[in-house]
């Protein structure tokens, strides 16, 4: 295991990678089983995967993905979905914590009430949160990947209809990004893009 600042140090944008390298599901629920430990508003866990690793489904997909041809080589296009209807879920998570006492049932039904409040009608809301928590579970998994000797390449440039319409999503799903997964094929590591220095993005006051 490498140490975090390696981790990130290390960690690159992958945009080809080798073909035919095949990930072990027993591997990827490893990965996964640490990606749920992400942190989301009100522990909702908003976040849904589908890991394609089957040929046609990955074209299709890539079709939605105006044909970039790293989903071709990649070992297998993960597509991170946000669910706008995660407050739903709000007693069964809590419910747990009630029945063994580790939360009172006035701060149980205070907490229910808060997020009811929040989430209840307000699907702006509900949509801006489903990406929020799914971008934090995202990155989490991606540096996941790097640590167990995977490459990751988020995203964004996909027609979100089209991948819901492949895949017979539900429309409190929401798109929010694609990760391809595998092995880079770059012999070196390229260097890495201009960073703006601290002083430029961060202010103390």
Known sequence: MSTFSELVQSRRSANNFVEGVKIPQSELEEMFSL??????????????????????????IRNAAYGQYKIHTA???????GDKN????????????KLLGAMS????????????????????????EAIRNASLSAMQF????????????????FD??????????A?????????TIGKDNQQKIRPR????????????I
């Open 105 to 128: 049932e006035e701060a149980y039904d205070q907490t229910i009430q808060a997020i009811n409040g929040s989430y209840t009608g307000n699907d702006a809301f509900q949509r801006d």
């Open 35 to 60: 990606a749920r430990l992400a942190p989301s508003a009100f522990n909702l866990q908003h976040t849904h995967y589908k890991v394609i690793s089957d040929d046609t489904v990955k074209e299709e």
């Open 171 to 179: 429309d409190h799903l929401v798109p929010v990004m694609l990760i």
């Open 160 to 169: 979100p209809e089209a991948v819901k319409a492949s895949l017979g999503l």
């Open 86 to 97: 995660a407050y739903l879920q709000a007693p069964e998570i809590y419910s747990g914590l």
């Open 75 to 81: 070992s297998a296009v993960i597509v991170v979905l």
């Open 142 to 157: 991606m540096l996941i990947a790097k640590d167990k000797g995977w490459d990751t390449c988020p995203m964004i440039g």
């Open 193 to 204: 893009g201009y960073r703006k220095p601290v002083n430029e993005f961060v202010e103390f």
